[in-house]
């Protein structure tokens, strides 16, 4: 009978043959053959930092130019005295001007308070946006002294007062409204700044 001869397994390195390098070896041994041959090592090239492009810088600078402009106009912080104060003056001098100007003209006057009922509630400081709808029509009865009806002393003035009171009333709560809606606005828009800080 044959007998068939079995190859022990060789499980470490055949004879004759030498091992394969790792692959740190590899490395070093090409480093070291580019050093010989004066070959430097090839490098990274580094990295380039590339601008920011144009349209994210753009808003940026559209709300700089936006808050210069913005400084450029008048803004004051009146509290509620001084609101009451400032248009109570403004609407007394008016309508001393509207009585020497125009001869007391009702429609002039109105006019001119509504545009001092949008300055008051939009000068007002924040603390104090719900007192510019309650000066405004004080403010109002002021003005309209010089511009109503003279009668013949203390009471005659009084009665051109409320006569003048009662047929400019659409002047008075048509100023009265628009102060209120800035004040609510400017209240909108500050507490939704408030929500985004």
Not at 57 to 64: K, Q, W
Not at 122 to 145: C, H, M, N, Q
Not at 154 to 173: H, S
């Amino acid at each position: 009978m044959e007998h068939h001869r079995t190859r022990p397994q060789h499980h470490g390195p055949r004879r004759g043959r030498p091992p394969l390098p790792s692959q740190g070896e590899r490395g070093q041994k090409e480093r070291a053959v580019g050093g010989r041959s004066g070959r430097p090592a090839p490098r990274r090239p580094p990295a380039v930092r590339r601008p920011a492009p144009a349209s994210a810088a753009g808003p940026a600078l559209r709300h700089l130019r936006h808050l210069r402009r913005m400084r450029r106009i008048p803004n004051p912080r009146l509290t509620g005295l001084g609101g009451g104060l400032f248009c109570g003056t403004v609407m007394f001098t008016l309508g001393c001007l509207d009585q020497l100007v125009l001869g007391g003209s009702p429609t002039a006057y109105g006019v001119l308070f509504l545009l001092v009922c949008v300055l008051t509630a939009v000068w007002v400081r924040k603390g104090d946006l719900l007192t510019s709808p309650v000066v405004v029509p004080i403010a109002f009865a002021l003005g309209l002294l010089p511009v109503a009806d003279r009668g013949g002393g203390l009471a005659g003035r009084l009665m051109g007062l409320v006569t003048a009171l009662a047929t400019q009333a659409g002047w008075l709560y048509g100023g009265t409204l628009l102060a209120g809606v800035t004040a609510m606005a400017r209240r909108i828009l500050l507490v939704r700044h408030r929500r985004r800080a």
